[in-house]
């Protein structure tokens, strides 16, 4: 099993420019997160998908950052314009979701460090 | 609301002392619990889990019992190495809520020859 993709694995990009970034989770599953982690805040859970739908964007910082999941094999996190404070790691992860109630973990993938300058 | 605490690090220890990563939870109904390690420069992975009271889940050495009259998923190992360098994140996962879990803020485990 190839696990979750994420890319690119790194990204440094200039103030005001698009980024945009990648992920791919473990087949079969149908739930998707994605996070940010930086040292002063933590790891944040921005937004997560079931079956391809938004369920909870609460997370998302602002207007700036958006997410879409157009099939079960591809999310995609985008920031327009990116500003400095938005320099962390950001993380994709996805689960088997059942409604019979058993728990599955979340599997991780290796990240993104996106620099912003 | 649910919430996770875990002690704060850094800990620092010493190669084949005893960890003991202390976590506490505030959650409804019956939560199942997590330990998940970040090691440098990856992202998580699950260590080990419990989804009962008084489950006692292991990996690799550790392991935390699910206490639910302390509400605490404390980690213990008896023998720390130093590839055990890591953050620890303790976590749990309320009934439903497609598997969104509540992570701890992460204590940093540091292990010297």
């Known amino acids: 099993d190839a696990g979750v993709i994420q890319s690119p694995r790194h990204e440094v990009t200039e103030m005001g420019q698009e980024v945009t970034l990648r992920c791919k989770p473990i087949?079969?599953?149908?739930?998707l997160f994605w996070y940010r982690q930086t040292m002063m805040r933590g790891l944040e859970l921005l937004i997560y998908?079931?079956?391809?739908?938004?369920?909870?964007d609460s997370g998302m910082p602002e207007d700036r950052f958006s997410a879409k999941m157009p099939n079960a094999s591809f999310s995609t996190l985008k920031i327009q314009p990116s500003e400095p404070r938005d320099s962390a790691v950001y993380f994709c992860?996805?689960?088997?979701?059942?409604?019979?109630?058993?728990?599955?973990?979340?599997?991780f993938g290796p990240g993104t460090r996106l620099t912003v300058t | 609301g649910n919430s996770v605490t875990q002690m704060e690090g850094p800990v620092t220890l010493s190669e084949e002392a005893f960890l003991t990563i202390n976590c506490t939870y505030t959650?409804?109904?019956?939560?199942?619990l997590f330990w998940y390690v970040q090691y440098p420069g990856e992202g998580l992975q699950l260590l080990l889990k419990?989804?009962?009271?008084?489950d006692k889940g292991s990996n690799k050495g550790f392991e935390a019992t699910y206490r639910k009259e302390t509400t605490s998923f404390h980690l213990e190992k008896g023998s720390v190495q130093v590839s055990d360098s890591a953050v620890y994140f303790c976590?749990?996962?309320?009934?439903?809520?497609?598997?969104?879990?509540?992570f701890g803020a992460g204590t940093r485990l540091a292990v010297h020859p």
């Open positions: 992860a996805s689960s088997l979701y059942l409604t019979s109630g058993s728990s599955y973990e979340q599997y």
């Open positions: 087949s079969g599953h149908n739930s």
């Open positions: 998908f079931n079956n391809n739908v938004p369920i909870d």
């Open positions: 959650a409804t109904g019956y939560p199942s």
């Open positions: 419990a989804t009962k009271a008084d």
């Open positions: 976590a749990l996962k309320v009934s439903g809520g497609y598997n969104k879990l509540i």
